[in-house]
């Protein structure tokens, strides 16, 4: 008979399962820390998002074809504001959550500020 390492519950030889790191564990914790694996591999994306919506504003003042870029940082910015709110639903609110919000809307606005910027660059070319 072993027991769980997390839990300290004893298992039969047939429910014994091992963590990554070969530790004996039980079912229902193993299933607790793959759900707060993935819980932060959501949370990491989320805050990558965030993040890179200004990365994507700051590239659609130099390069926006068609205006894609601005499109990707106004929809990104909708992504991360919902996943936020999924978060908040959750009860499971990031410390950085602010912060992601403000990053997310300078991105969206400088993407919809390089329309306006390559639409001036594009009048005065043609002058």
């Keep these: 008979m072993a027991a769980c390492s997390?839990?300290?519950?004893?298992l039969a030889p047939g429910e014994v399962l091992y963590d990554p790191h070969a530790a004996v564990i039980c079912q229902s914790c193993?299933?607790?820390?793959e759900v707060k694996t993935l819980q932060t591999r959501a949370a990491s994306s989320g805050r990558?998002?965030?993040y890179g919506?200004?990365?994507?504003?700051?590239?659609?003042?130099?390069f926006n074809p068609f205006w894609l870029l601005t499109i990707g940082a106004i929809?990104?910015?909708i992504y991360v504001f919902k996943?936020?709110?999924?978060?908040?639903?959750a009860?499971?609110?990031p410390a950085d959550a602010g912060t992601r919000k403000t990053v997310a809307v300078v991105g969206a606005v400088l993407g919809?500020?390089?329309?306006l910027f390559h639409l001036i660059v594009a009048v005065d070319r043609s002058r």
Excluded: H, M, P, Y
């Design 75 to 77: 929809g990104n910015a």
């Design 91 to 93: 009860g499971e609110v």
């Design 112 to 115: 919809v500020l390089s329309v």
């Design 53 to 62: 919506n200004l990365f994507i504003g700051v590239f659609s003042l130099f």
């Design 48 to 50: 990558k998002a965030a």
């Design 83 to 89: 996943q936020l709110e999924l978060d908040a639903r």
């Design 6 to 10: 997390v839990c300290k519950t004893v």
């Design 30 to 33: 193993l299933d607790k820390a």
